[in-house]
């Protein structure tokens, strides 16, 4: 059940500054950049809200730049993503397909050109969907999130973002800015498995690396992306990969939906685990 | 001259589509025209016993009471009222119509009614389903001595489910009314089927309904019938508000209330011998019809006679039921229950191979129909039965025998199906059909006037080929009248494989009476000498083909059309995802007169009986579709599409126009069986569709 | 707000959440770009936005102010490839019944020369057709873009393509 265009108010900030200034004065704002969720929800009727503060125009929101999120003495490795990087920016961006290819492999893998066009990943972040493309990567690669309010700046662990199902610490009057990524150690690993191969929802998503430090994200098969601590320690510390298949099979809570069966995605993401341990050997 | 048939000549419009020229419903506008919505009602059965709303006068609201002629959709039996008097059968059963000048004043309008319903006990289950639409009954031979000459007795139970013929148009209408008559134009097969009921519900006299067809955007058998129910609603509300009414579906509202393919489970008993040969089949056909009958009658008698497939068998038994749900009504969808049925046959006959440690070629060889054989109905083949020539074709084309040995016990499959298609009406149908076709002169050339649709298929550009030789002119002079009934005569419906063959073959006879009445004359000079000149054939039927409804017995159709698939897929052991890589479709079409066209329809119906196989599901809750959405309900992408090596061959059928048979829906009934028989090679014992991954899953554990 | 919308500065009142789809159909009267589901996932209504392809279902009017939209209505003039994509989707089958086929050459107007068929597939994965199976689609954006050359293929290379075609 569409909405009429006309009874939808958008503001459009010309600056990060004004934006923040505007989301202060009235929280209740929705944030628009892409429109690639937000405008499926309003067209559905999923979407309640009506008004709107526009992000596209923030230039201050887009960039992607080496440095940042580095650790005390891998400084400059690391790398910060505007907020409004769109897929396709990621996509053809030299300095991530070098350092966080797994993040590319999932770009590749949303929707098709079209919403690669469009989408960002600050939106994917913000919509907090349970089956949000790169959010198994961002909670692999041990990303930080900036946010900031009138108020100041401040930087979230991404496993510290989501509190529940579409529920994150960040308040009504944060943007996300940035998206910060450290230097990854080891191999990168990615795999969406999709109802088709393009167009498609995830119905479960794994990504992984496989270093000196073990870390593995699985999408879609919990209200939030699942970061699998006991597997991951199974396997750093050693342990048989069906030991680390039995552990992974407790952290998950995947369900029967349209798309798939709790079940498939259980055994789906133990054989994932294999799969990616034996590829980044 | 003679040479725009076997050609590929230019599409007549081509042009149009690719420019954004092309007009379809939703891309006209009449002035003063309203905005038309559909209420429907929730529940799946029961009764409305009080309607509540707040719509203000500026809307105008229609309930059953405004239909001027009669509550009924008229096509086969008359139990589908236009407007619910009450009695609720299904889920989305239309209730109410509401238009209103502004579009955007219906976003949302069916949150502002609201119906208090005495909720009845719904049955979702065909089989213990106390209404039965149609039942039909086939009989050959004795199938006691049948089954006493087998030696071993092979059954299965192979189920299909639903599946949306998602045509990227939805439906849409603009009904147009005017002084005591009434013009409805839209995305339509079957402008005389929609006339038809239109003058049923508005009680019009036939002269004053003018039914358009305008530029269509897909079909696939979902705007056979269905467009009857949204015209007549939008005439409903035209009439009421005295204004033209447009009403479209959005996408789901398309996916919810129209038509689907019909549900099936088809049980096999087979008696063969231990060398092969198959000596009794006895077959049961059960079809889920949805709420109202629609086309289910017709469905079901397609899907019987081809259930037994392409195979000669002395002793067989096909029972058939279309039964009652309370869901959607179920309706025609390319291929029309012989999808369903081959679907049955072809994997119960790998089955067969299997039990017997048989070659699934070498199976199929041994039974397959020749000419001089009769069919499940006692039809005598003709010289152009091409079972064998297609499934030889196949296999050497796919390399068929090596890759089967080579795969065995590894992650890749390769399984064939083989397949026939009936072109035209069953039985009697072209008969009472009595299809007329016409042909204008014109200054230049001569026009088509038919009332065949242009759906995609190539209606427009291949007619005009064969006018164009049987008159010895230039294709570019022959023109096609819009299919519009003020115009055209009744052709009969866009639907059965039939406009080629049917269509095609009574406007070859009127250029051959133009041309004959021209003499040496061109256009031009008889026009100057003599003025217009029509000429108009009606349908007859080839001598000696003979129909009996009683007995359903005797000549099922004119002629038929006669397939191979082989299809080669790859398993991921991690993820148990198919990914079909590459089918090999062999088609015998008699005759193609526009070879691109009929390679693009054999290539758009194997990826649609992919999609069936594998990826195309409608998950029902409640009597509801509950993947609604394009994002859920799954059709393949260009990254889903296996490349598809199409090979036509030719045996000409006498009656059709250059000796060509029907070729659209055919392809479709290939795919699935032939996919099921691929994943058995890979060690999957699948006996429904869509083979799933999470299927394959459970099969495997 | 000021749109460019196929090469003309067009001067549009229309509420800023507005789709872009409503507006190119409605406002502007440009119907060749279609709607096909609401929710970005055919890409019927596919158009370029300052050479970008996106879903105009999911455009709000207020993010193509002072950009460059194109649609299948003006793709011939803006994009060197279109009218050679054009005319192959006519002569090799890639459109059928055609309400697909404005999305599609807009799409594929963001191919280059010489592009090969998995780079077809996925310009195109966006956009859904029911008729054709896609190879003929493939096979139009094949003939239309061919390896580096100067300019689009001759019509005299088409004609003799088609011929090839006619005697197969």
């Known amino acids: ?281 | 001259m003679g040479r725009a048939v076997g050609a590929n000549v230019r599409r007549k419009d081509g042009d149009a589509k690719v420019t954004g020229a092309a007009r379809y419903i939703d891309d006209l506008t009449f002035p003063g025209m309203l905005f038309g919505a559909t209420i429907r009602s929730t529940i799946p059965r029961g009764e409305i016993v009080n309607t509540h709303h707040d719509l203000s006068s500026d809307f105008v609201v229609a309930d059953y009471r405004d239909i001027p002629g009669n509550n009924y959709i008229a096509l086969i039996d008359p139990d589908q009222p236009c407007l619910s008097e009450g009695e609720i059968r299904h889920v989305a059963e239309p209730v109410l119509l509401v238009a209103h000048a502004d579009r955007r004043a219906l976003f949302g309008v069916e949150r502002r009614v609201r119906f208090d319903y005495r909720e009845q006990s719904p049955n979702y289950d065909p089989e213990t389903s106390d209404t039965c639409f149609k039942k039909i009954s086939i009989d050959k031979g004795d199938l006691d001595q049948g089954f006493g000459e087998a030696e071993v007795v092979v059954e299965g139970e192979y189920r299909t489910g639903h599946q949306e013929q998602l045509y990227i148009e939805t439906n849409g209408v603009i009904a147009v009314p005017g002084d005591g008559q009434l013009t409805v134009f839209g995305s339509l097969q079957c402008p005389y089927y929609v006339h038809k009921a239109l003058v049923g519900v508005t009680g019009l006299a036939p002269h004053r309904v003018r039914v358009v067809q305008t530029e269509t955007g897909g079909g696939f058998g979902g705007k056979e019938e269905y467009p009857s129910m949204l015209a007549c609603h939008a005439a409903v509300l035209a009439m009421k508000a005295g204004r033209p009414v447009k009403m479209i579906y959005d996408r789901v509202e398309d996916l919810l209330a129209t038509t689907k393919r019909h549900p099936s489970v088809i049980r096999h008993r087979t008696g063969v011998t231990r060398a092969g040969r198959i000596t009794a089949m006895d077959v049961s056909v059960l079809m889920d019809g949805g709420a109202y009958a629609t086309l289910s009658a017709v469905v079901l008698s397609r899907g019987v006679i081809h259930a037994a497939g392409p195979y000669r068998c002395d002793h067989l038994r096909i029972r058939g039921r279309a039964m009652q749900t309370h869901t959607p009504p179920n309706g025609a969808f390319r291929g029309f229950g012989a999808p369903q049925t081959q679907f049955g046959v072809e994997a119960h006959i790998d089955r067969i191979a299997e039990t017997l440690g048989l070659d699934p070629v070498r199976l199929r060889e041994i039974n397959a129909l020749r000419p001089g054989d009769t069919t499940a109905t006692g039809q005598k083949l003709g010289s152009d039965a091409s079972a064998l020539p297609v499934l030889r074709e196949a296999v050497k084309r796919s390399d068929f025998k090596k890759k089967r040995r080579a795969w065995r016990g590894t992650n890749r499959g390769i399984g064939l199906s083989l397949f026939f298609h009936g072109s035209g009406f069953t039985g009697a149908g072209e008969v009472k059909l009595a299809s007329k076709a016409s042909l204008e002169l014109t200054a230049t050339g001569a026009r088509i006037l038919v009332a065949s649709t242009e759906i995609g298929q190539g209606t427009r550009t291949m007619l005009a080929q064969i006018v164009a030789d049987a008159l010895a002119l230039p294709f570019e002079a022959i023109e096609v009248h819009v299919p519009d009934t003020d115009a055209v005569p009744d052709s009969g419906p866009t639907v059965a494989s039939r406009t080629c063959m049917i269509v095609g073959k009574l406007l070859e006879r009127c250029a051959r009476e133009l041309r004959r009445k021209l003499g040496t004359a061109t256009p031009a000079q008889y026009f100057k000498a003599h003025g217009p000149l029509t000429v108009t054939r009606q349908y007859e039927p080839p001598a000696g083909q003979v129909w009996d409804d009683d007995r359903y017995a005797g000549d099922a159709y004119g002629s038929y059309a006669w397939g191979c698939n082989v299809v080669e897929i790859e398993v991921d052991p991690v993820t148990f995802e198919v990914t079909p890589r590459h089918v090999t479709a062999v088609a015998e079409i008699g005759k193609a007169i526009h070879p691109l066209m009929a390679e693009g329809q054999i290539q758009g119906g194997t990826a649609q009986g992919i999609g069936y196989a594998l990826l195309e599901e409608v998950v029902m809750r409640e009597g509801r579709m509950a993947n609604a959405q394009l994002t859920n309900y799954l059709i393949p992408t260009p990254m889903d599409a296996p490349s598809i090596d199409v090979a036509m061959l030719e045996r000409p059928y006498a009656h059709g126009p250059f000796g060509a048979k029907g070729v659209g829906e055919m392809p479709i009934d290939g795919p699935a069986p032939a996919v099921i028989n691929a994943l058995r090679h890979c060690g999957f014992d699948l006996r429904s569709i869509p083979a799933t991954p999470e299927r394959l899953m459970k099969a495997r554990a | 707000m000021i749109v460019t919308i196929n090469g003309k500065k067009r001067r549009l009142d229309v509420p800023p959440m507005a789709r872009l789809l409503d507006v190119l159909r409605e406002d502007c009267g440009l119907t060749g770009t279609k709607e096909g589901c609401g929710e970005g996932e055919c890409g019927a209504c596919t158009v370029l936005v300052d050479g970008v392809a996106v879903d105009s279902c999911l455009v709000p009017a207020a993010h193509v102010d002072g950009c460059k939209v194109v649609t299948v209505e003006g793709a011939a003039a803006a994009k060197r490839s279109a009218r050679a994509l054009q005319n192959a989707f006519v002569e090799h089958g890639g459109a059928q019944c055609g309400i697909c086929t404005p999305g599609m050459i807009v799409a594929a107007c963001t191919l280059k020369a010489g592009c090969s068929r998995d780079e077809i597939k996925r310009a195109l994965a966006g956009n859904l057709c029911r008729c054709t199976g896609y190879i003929s689609i493939f096979n139009s954006v094949e003939a239309a873009l061919p390896p580096a050359r100067k300019g689009p293929p001759s019509r005299l290379a088409l004609r003799r393509a088609n011929a090839r075609a006619r005697r197969r």
């Not at chain 1, 496993?159 to 960040?170: K, M, P």
């Not at chain 1, 320690?233 to 342990?239: E, N, P, Q």
């Not at chain 1, 407790?250 to 069966?261: F, G, K, L």
Request: proline fraction near 5%.
């Open chain 1, 1 to 281: 059940m569409p909405v009429d265009a006309r009874t939808l108010a958008l503001q459009r900030p010309r600056s990060l500054k004004s934006a923040l200034a505007m989301l202060s004065k009235d929280p209740a704002l929705t944030p628009i950049a892409g429109c690639t969720d937000v405008f499926v929800g309003l067209h559905f009727g999923t979407l309640d809200q009506r008004r709107f503060i526009d992000l596209w125009g923030l230039d201050e929101l887009r960039g992607i730049a080496a440095g940042g999120a580095g650790r005390a003495g891998k400084a400059g490795q690391g790398l910060r993503i505007g907020a409004l990087t769109t897929y396709s920016e990621i996509i053809a961006s030299p300095i991530i397909r070098k350092r966080v290819p797994m993040l590319v492999a999932a770009a590749r893998e949303i929707g098709g050109a079209q919403i690669q066009n469009r989408g960002t990943l600050g939106g994917n972040i913000a919509n907090a969907s349970p089956a949000g493309d790169s959010l198994p990567v961002l909670a692999a690669a041990d990303a930080r999130i900036v946010l900031r309010s009138a108020g100041g700046e401040r930087r979230v662990p991404f496993d510290e973002f989501y509190t529940g199902y579409r529920a994150s610490v960040r308040q009504p009057d944060e943007l996300i800015t940035a998206i910060e990524i450290p230097p990854i150690a080891g191999r990168q690993w990615w795999r969406k498995v999709g109802t088709r191969r393009a167009q498609a929802i995830s119905k479960i998503m794994f990504a992984g690396v496989n270093g000196p430090v073990v870390r593995m994200a699985i999408g879609s098969v919990a209200p939030t992306v699942v970061l699998a601590r006991k597997a991951a320690a199974v396997l750093a510390g050693g342990g048989t990969v069906a030991a680390a298949q039995a552990a992974l099979k407790d952290e998950i809570a995947p369900i029967d939906d349209v798309r798939s069966t709790g079940g498939y995605r259980l055994q789906v993401a133990a054989n994932l685990l294999a799969e990616f341990w034996r590829d980044t050997k």
